[in-house]
């Protein structure tokens, strides 16, 4: 019985090589998803406005009942590498969104690997690549591809940071791979590199406070007390990332869809309308933000870096009659002629 096990595993690793993913693992369920500490960390309000969060969590923390009517015995972790160099522009984009949204094609790829498994050796799978009520990060330490570091990311030996993770639970039994040891030590650059002090503590996240959820998943007025901190960070924030030295021996992702899009400035594209932006931001993660957000962010990045020359442009983002995005540009017009 665990020769078969073992059969598939070492098949669906070949394939998934195949398919881009560098790593990975398995773990059976029930599983350890460190339950109470996320419990708490909803009831105290540190996901922000993340209402989702709070939804499906009998399933998000008992993943064995993610296929209706039968049992999950395993899930696969699958990891692909994203790192690149930022390209030189006058703002930053989070690295895992300079190309293609990653949601829609590794998905397809994980269709191919479930597949394989339903056509060559039965069972029931459910793939995951962010979408559905599962921990990605607790389930990806288990199946051994790393550990929870003091940022909350998960931190691959020889890789480092820079990995989208994927999931599919399965009703097959699979062998499991071994939980690694937790080595980041007495390190805490992510910490002292928090702009916004968001991660309040060793493995301790408040995402209420994290840029890349003040920035992407907030829809309202960005705090006063964030928007300096910010800096020039047009979507998300890599800092906790960046100075991981686990990232030492990162290396450039292969994968041509992360290729960095072609964008112009801020206030050209302040000046876009909604037809305009999502023609240009087709299949980027970008979209997700919609106009208004995408604006009130341009505000905030002009607001800190911005210069006299981009003073037109957010004068007509005062006049174009969106409240939110008007509020942020004249905070971010009063920043620049106060430098000026």
């Not at 881009?20 to 708490?40: I, N």
């Not at 999950?72 to 690149?84: G, K, T, V």
């Not at 949204?101 to 498994?117: A, E, G, T």
């Not at 840029?211 to 979507?235: M, N, V």
Request: net charge neutral.
């Amino acid at each position: 019985m665990v020769q078969p096990n073992f059969t598939i595993f070492t098949r669906l690793q070949a394939e998934s090589q195949t398919l881009g993913f560098h790593s990975m693992g398995v773990t059976a369920v029930p599983l350890e998803l460190r339950r109470d500490y996320y419990t708490q960390w909803i009831a105290d309000g540190k996901h922000g406005t993340m209402t989702w969060m709070e939804r499906n969590n009998d399933r998000r923390l008992h993943p064995d009942r993610l296929i209706p009517e039968r049992e999950a015995r395993s899930i696969i972790s699958l990891a692909l590498n994203y790192y690149q160099p930022d390209p030189t522009r006058g703002y930053r984009v989070a690295k895992y969104a300079l190309g293609d949204d990653y949601h829609n094609f590794m998905l397809r790829r994980l269709k191919r690997l479930c597949r394989i498994l339903r056509e060559e050796y039965g069972g029931e799978q459910r793939p995951y690549v962010d979408t559905g009520p599962l921990l990605e990060k607790p389930i990806a330490e288990s199946a051994g591809l790393g550990w929870q570091g003091k940022s909350t990311i998960l931190i691959e030996p020889k890789r480092g940071t820079w990995n989208f993770l994927a999931n599919i639970v399965t009703t097959l039994e699979l062998p499991t791979g071994e939980k690694q040891k937790d080595r980041c030590g007495s390190c805490t650059r992510c910490l002292d590199a928090c702009p916004t002090q968001a991660i309040t503590a060793p493995y301790q996240l408040d995402a209420s406070k994290c840029i890349s959820y003040l920035t992407i998943e907030h829809d309202g007025a960005i705090p006063l007390q964030y928007r300096e901190a910010i800096g020039d960070r047009l979507y998300g924030c890599d800092e906790c990332l960046d100075v991981c030295p686990w990232n030492k021996w990162a290396v450039p992702t292969v994968e041509p869809k992360f290729a960095p899009r072609e964008l112009p400035g801020l206030a050209e594209m302040l000046a876009w309308d909604e037809a305009t932006f999502s023609e240009r931001m087709q299949g980027s993660p970008l979209r997700r933000l919609k106009v208004h957000r995408f604006k009130r962010n341009i505000c905030v990045v002009l607001g800190n870096v911005g210069t006299a020359a981009d003073l037109p442009a957010l004068n007509a983002a005062v006049d174009a009659g969106d409240p939110m995005v008007a509020e942020h540009a004249q905070w971010a017009i009063e920043k620049i002629e106060g430098r000026v």
